[in-house]
């Protein structure tokens, strides 16, 4: 993709998502892109799918179901339920796809996995995954001291190990969701087993 292809897709973003997300979006975009150039991943690759990852989450629950529907994608349960935070990534791939004119497949599963991961992940999967838990704005989303404390840890490991961080990541998700009594995905947690049994 150009310069000024990425260009358009940026101005793109910033026209469709709400400007919270749309500063989110570069925030990820750009720390894929730093993480992309440490750890010798297509940093082209990286900015595409960093810009596009959240590009459905201005859609309504209906519409991304539906859009998943069309393009014949497999939904978990919880990926169906009304407020699902997990929808967006899979919808996001199929608009990628269908919208933007993505054809990389490795691009579209990056978008498709980065709520949940999965098993086998490439580097730009986890690069795209670990970039939108660690991207400046993170920071003011984290409400106390300890949360601040772990996210600083996450960010120096990010630029040293990707599986390392993802299995970091993945406890801590998991240990939020139990503590809230959120429900998990069980590709979060077969992502989980897999990275802390290989790493």
């Known amino acids: 993709m150009k310069a000024t292809n990425l260009a358009k897709l940026r101005k793109e973003m910033e026209q469709r998502l709400e400007r919270k997300r749309y500063e989110h979006t570069l925030g990820v975009a750009y720390t894929a892109a730093n993480l992309a150039m440490v750890h010798g991943v297509d940093v082209e690759k ?64 990056a978008i498709s996995y980065h709520t949940t991961g999965r098993p086998h992940m490439s580097p730009l999967e986890k690069i795209i995954y670990i970039a939108d838990y660690i991207e400046p704005g993170r920071e003011r989303a984290k409400r106390s001291y300890a949360d601040i404390q772990n996210l600083q840890q996450v960010r120096r490991m990010a630029y040293r190990d990707l599986d390392e961080t993802l299995c970091k990541i993945l ?14 995905d069980s590709m979060t947690r077969d992502t989980y087993d897999y990275y802390c049994q290989i790493h």
């Open 46 to 109: 990286a900015l595409i799918a960093g810009m596009l990852h959240d590009c459905a989450k201005c859609m309504s629950h209906h519409k991304q179901i539906s859009l998943c529907k069309k393009s014949r994608i497999q939904l978990s349960e919880i990926e169906t339920e009304e407020r699902s935070p997990l929808l967006h990534a899979k919808a996001g791939s199929c608009l990628a796809r269908k919208k933007y004119g993505i054809t990389d497949e490795e691009i579209l599963q």
């Open 171 to 184: 406890s801590d998700t998991l240990d939020y969701l139990s503590r809230k009594g959120g429900k998990i």
